[in-house]
């Protein structure tokens, strides 16, 4: 299960401080939500199926004088959305309330035994166990008590767990995310950074094993029976970074922020001479690069669209082979691994469950691991050899954009640094090409008008077909894949040269069918594409090189400031963002949530 985890023990009314926090987690679900404060020696508890504001507005007129409490909005995996799944879940004397982010893979075998212990179930969720557990194993001592629950348990797990008559909140942590916002005299647990930022910028990463407890004056944290400090981060990040800024929607407004996440991720990396330095985040591994014969890239979703990007440029500036992967293929096939093998794992949030296994597995085969994340302190971070960080800031839509440009730039930098170290090659020319692009991202963000009235002609159409080749091949893939997530229309995107092979079946009269034509070693190609949906009837929208003439031929075409075929990727994939967000909206979609989708898949 993808879910939003917040818990507040301070001086504060703890209940608009729980759904404040929660509202920042949203993304991370929303088909439930529910709060579980300490009144007294008793728990309060509120839940129902529907939104945060929901239930909200449930409670607005409610003053419940508690200064400490647990917050849920829940995606649901284990039983449908409704009011007894909403979490949080309570054991039988409703003395201790639970909410859970992840799996419990063991649920049913532990819902069986506490069953004929004559434990009562309301739920049809896996998370309901863990209360029962606890009430089972409670003898005085909340913690010694979470700590037996979870060993119990198999699975994945954030747990933040209240206890009647007892003024803190206990947490315990393996493969799900968690954190610790240390603030005066107050302290919270979220399951992201975005959350506590208008409270603290001093966050603790929990990680696997960590069990403990955050009262109003301090926190405690254990590995096993050991009492551990771990390092507090100040978060870089400010307030107004997580919210939307004045913006409809949080997409257009990380849209518009590419220029300045693509400058970020190269701050520091690509000197102003165009020469790229990533000796010191690469250092883990230094010892190992002159090895280096294959690499394989592993994603889901946009970040494997921008792993197409990264294997083309990689094997085209390197010159060694590189294979991407579906993490979720991946980690089940039988993959030879040779010596010289490295792993790249992408994702914005560092917790994308499929993603972390396959880290896992090739880890455990000795292969040297390079994580290109956006979460600080994330799983795929701590976990892997090396991190490169996208540094494109919180990410709020569940439809990525930003995250995918600043993905893709790490490529170029990785690919770039890898070809100077292992073949001498001088990279400033394209170094300095490089340094160029975040300008000629924002030259493209001003054209955002030209893509609005495209919507206005194309919003009432059912079917979109997207196609390129080469690098544009993965740029329509995530334009198609765009547009999918958040209008719900259908948008197949394919192989150019495949089309013949099958999808010009599917072409009809009128049809839109989004040419990304970027590529000056494959133009021609690409036009004799474009002429075999023509004569079938297509419409054509191009996306094209400022000056190419085919725009005069097309119904209608979006121009991108000119560059080397290589970095075309980051520019050319931001009206098709501009289009799914502009269609959407004038279908009326809910655009930062859409349908059935959440934000961090950390579940297989």
Known sequence: MSCGIVAYVGPRKALPVIF????????????????????????????????????????????????????????????????????????????????????????????????????????????????????????????????????????????????????????????????????????????????????????????????????????????????????????????????????????????????????????????????????????????????????????????????????????????????????????????????????????????????????????????????????????IARESDVTLYTRAGPEICVASTKAYTAQVTVFYLLGLYLAKVLKGMDVRPYGQELLTIPHKVSQVLAKREEVEKMAEELYKERDFFFIGRGMDWGVALEGALKLKEISYLRAEAFAAGELKHGPLALIYDGVPVVAVVTQEALRDKMISNIEEVWARGARVIGVLREGDPLQESLAMSFTIPNTIDYFTSPLAVIPLQMLAYYISRKLGREIDQPRNLAKSVTVE
């Not at 610790?180 to 992201?192: M, Q, R, T």
């Not at 771990?230 to 870089?236: G, Q």
């Not at 997409?251 to 300045?260: A, N, W, Y």
């Not at 693509?262 to 020469?275: C, K, S, V, Y």
Request: hydrophobic share 40%; aromatic share 8%; net charge negative.
């Open 20 to 379: 404040d926090t929660l509202k920042r987690l949203e993304y991370r679900g929303y088909d439930s939500a529910g709060v579980a404060l300490l009144v007294g020696k008793e728990i309060f508890l509120a839940k129902q199926k529907g939104k945060i504001k929901d239930l909200e507005e449930r409670l607005k007129d409610e003053d419940i004088p508690s200064k400490m409490g647990i917050g849920h909005t829940r995606w649901a995996t284990h039983g449908r959305p409704s009011d007894f799944n909403a979490h949080p879940h309570l054991d039988c004397s409703g003395k201790i309330a639970v909410v859970h982010n992840g799996i419990i893979e063991n649920y049913n075998e532990l819902r069986e035994e506490l069953k004929a212990k004559g434990h009562n179930f309301r739920s049809e969720t896996d998370t309901e166990v863990i209360p029962h557990l606890l009430e089972e194993y409670y003898q005085g001592d909340p913690l010694q008590a979470l700590q037996k629950a979870v060993s119990r348990l198999q699975g994945s797990y954030a747990v933040a767990a209240i206890f009647a008559g007892v003024d803190k909140v206990f947490f315990a942590r393996k493969d799900s995310p968690l954190i610790i916002g240390v603030g005066e005299g107050e302290n919270f647990l979220a399951s992201d950074i975005p959350a506590v930022l208008p409270y603290t910028k001093k966050v603790i990463v929990l990680e696997d094993g960590d069990t403990g407890f955050i009262s109003e004056s301090e926190y405690v944290i254990f590995q096993g029976d050991k009492r551990i400090e771990r390092k507090i981060m100040e978060v870089p990040w400010d307030q107004q970074a997580a919210e939307r800024g004045g913006f409809e929607h949080f997409m257009i407004k990380e849209i518009l922020e590419q220029d300045q996440s693509i400058r970020d991720t190269l701050r520091q990396r690509l000197h102003e001479d165009g020469d790229i330095d990533l000796s010191e985040e690469l250092a883990p591994l230094a010892d190992k690069l002159p090895n280096l014969r294959r690499l394989f890239i592993v994603a889901c979703g946009t970040a494997y669209y921008a792993g197409m990007a990264g294997k083309y440029f990689i094997e085209s500036i390197l010159g060694i082979p590189v294979e991407i992967d579906i993490a979720s293929e991946f980690r089940y096939r039988a993959v030879p691994i040779m010596e010289g093998d490295w792993l790249i794992l992408v994702s914005q949030s560092g917790e994308t469950a499929d993603t972390l296994a396959a880290l896992r597995d090739m880890k455990q085969k000795g292969v040297p691991t390079i994580g290109i994340v956006n979460a600080v302190g994330s799983s």
